[in-house]
């Protein structure tokens, strides 16, 4: 199978509307299917749009892309974290998922940022719904699992181009 037709820019533009496509796919789920994100999916959105970001300036700028993929990788593996958690959450007994919280305005409004980070981390009740599943996983779960292929790539493309930074 013959991957030269792969380039970088054109690995980073991929990767770049991936990351739009699944951000586009949340906005749907939210504002047409009715499912209100929980504060760790927004926060996944924020990776995903790190991911998405970064690759995009990989793209337009065409050089220095050791460091595009570092930074996107950072993205990504704080991205599949959070997801973890999620899924963690998810897949706890019902006896020990916690109660309900503040949406993440309130939180991120009314704590100072170090306190509202660990009470969204904590998770809440809402965290641990599963409303919507597809191939038996849920979104949390295809979330890490995107997480995890962009990590991979990532950190192959920096294994694979050794220039110096």
Not at 8 to 23: K, S, T
Not at 47 to 63: E, K, M, R, T
Not at 122 to 135: P, R
Request: glycine fraction near 8%; charged fraction near 10%; proline fraction near 4%.
């Amino acid at each position: 199978m013959n991957l030269q037709f792969i380039t970088e820019r054109r690995f980073f533009l991929f990767a770049a509307l991936v990351c739009m496509a699944l951000l586009g796919f949340g906005y749907y789920l939210q504002f047409v299917r009715g499912l209100d994100p929980c504060p760790l999916c927004i926060l996944q959105r924020v990776a995903y749009l790190g991911v998405g970001v970064v690759c995009l300036a990989a793209f337009i700028h065409g050089s220095a892309t050791r460091i595009y993929s570092a930074l996107a990788l950072v993205c990504a593996l704080a991205g599949a974290g959070i997801a973890a958690r999620q899924v963690w959450l998810q897949h706890l007994p019902s006896d020990r998922v916690p109660e309900c919280g503040p949406g993440l305005d309130f939180i991120l409004q009314a704590f100072p940022l170090f306190d509202a980070l660990k009470l969204i981390f904590t998770g809440s009740g809402e965290c641990a719904e599963t409303v919507w599943t597809f191939l038996s996983l849920s979104i949390a779960e295809w979330s890490l699992f995107w997480f995890a292929a962009f990590s991979a790539l990532l950190l192959f493309h920096l294994v694979r181009h050794r220039q110096a930074f």
